[in-house]
């Protein structure tokens, strides 16, 4: 499994963002795309929970 880079998970958010704006993305392409969107922010959320959790340890 690969090391999750949260840089590159929020520059494919980025893309995705732009492409639901496109008129030409099909229906299908955008259903792939908000799937793809909820798992990346998911993904982004459990990274900066645990990096949270980090720092607080680290503070006390």
Known sequence: M???DY???IAELE???AL???P???LDKL????KRSQELIEQCREYLRTARTKVEQLGK
């Open 20 to 22: 639901a704006e496109d």
């Open 31 to 34: 259903d792939e795309n908000i």
């Open 24 to 26: 030409d993305t099909g």
């Open 15 to 17: 893309r995705l963002a």
């Open 2 to 4: 690969e090391k999750f």
């Open 7 to 9: 840089s590159k998970a």
